[in-house]
């Protein structure tokens, strides 16, 4: 037997379908006493678009002569962004890159066949208290640029495309959207964009992109007829023209997405890879520890000590 869906209320129809197709709650972790909270992978989604990895980072508060301590560790098949909306973080890296990541800006990480690097709030950084707030993404790589060489690429946030109006500040990070583009090649579609709303704007999800989600960072948005809070991932259906609304205290939320990878990755502590035997290869070659003529090497500067690889 069916029934008329008009009957029951439970039952949304036309335009209050409800377009999202996962929400994900991130997994809170304490780092001894900064806070992370991890949204991919997780049960419901491994990727969106080309993200694998996806985590908030804070807000935590350090006083004078704490800090961040990432010991050199390696990376390969991937590209990281750490993107920050407070605090600094010295990168180093095994290209002899030395570039302090603030507020805004853009650090583009290609580890490809394989990179050593680091993370650290040392210096002038510990001389005073900081707050340190951001998000640390990776983005798995196409099968045929997996094994491209190491790079590393630095945008200020002045060179960023910024679009404003209606309610919207809206920073582009990464890849094309709104008719915007980042002056950085990369491996595969994407889109990356921080917007700050006002209370009650809204802003339209790109629609030339195959998947796309949203990271609520602060305040509360609405979609078709539903509220989520900070914390919250919402992931929406391929093809579908949607837009998310600020709550009465505004919000500020990261969009992001792209092409699908075109079949799932593994993942090893940092490696991601589409094939084991490519994790399998990078594990032996860390465990040896041949710095000066293996494939890793450890970043100039910051090769006192390095983080060992995991038992298992």
Do not use: C
């Amino acid at each position: 037997m069916s029934w008329n869906p008009i009957l029951d209320h439970s039952i949304p129809i036309g335009d209050a379908v409800d377009a999202i197709e996962t929400v994900i709650v991130p997994r809170a972790r304490d780092l001894g006493g900064f806070e992370v909270r991890r949204a991919l992978p997780s049960a419901q989604r491994q990727m969106v678009g080309p993200f694998i990895f996806f985590d908030q980072m804070g807000p935590a508060e350090f006083l004078t002569g704490d800090g961040i301590d990432v010991r050199p560790h390696p990376h390969i098949g991937l590209g990281t962004v750490t993107y920050l909306m407070k605090g600094r973080l010295h990168h180093r890296d095994s290209l002899g890159t030395d570039q302090w990541i603030e507020p805004g800006a853009v650090n583009w990480m290609m580890a490809g066949h394989g990179i050593t690097h680091s993370e650290r709030t040392d210096g002038a950084a510990r001389q005073a208290p900081l707050t340190m707030f951001g998000l640390q993404t990776w983005l798995a790589l196409p099968e045929d640029r997996e094994e491209d060489a190491a790079g590393f690429t630095h945008i200020g946030r002045e060179a960023l495309p910024e679009l404003e109006g209606e309610g919207k500040q809206v920073r582009l990070i990464l890849g094309q959207a709104w008719g915007a583009r980042v002056p950085l090649q990369m491996p595969s579609e994407v889109f990356y964009a921080d917007a700050v709303l006002a209370p009650g704007a809204s802003i339209p999800l790109p629609d030339d992109h195959e998947d796309r989600g949203v990271y609520v960072l602060e305040g509360e948005v609405s979609q078709a007829g539903q509220s989520f809070e900070a914390g919250r991932m919402l992931v929406f259906r391929p093809g579908d023209r949607i837009s998310v609304k600020a709550g009465a205290q505004g919000a500020r939320v990261m969009l992001l997405g792209g092409a699908t990878m075109g079949g799932p990755r593994y993942i090893w502590w940092n490696f991601v890879a589409s094939s084991r035997d490519k994790i399998a290869a990078a594990k032996e070659a860390w465990r040896a520890g041949d710095w000066q003529h293996g494939r890793f090497s450890l970043p100039p500067g910051d090769d006192a000590e390095f983080i060992p690889a995991p038992e298992k």
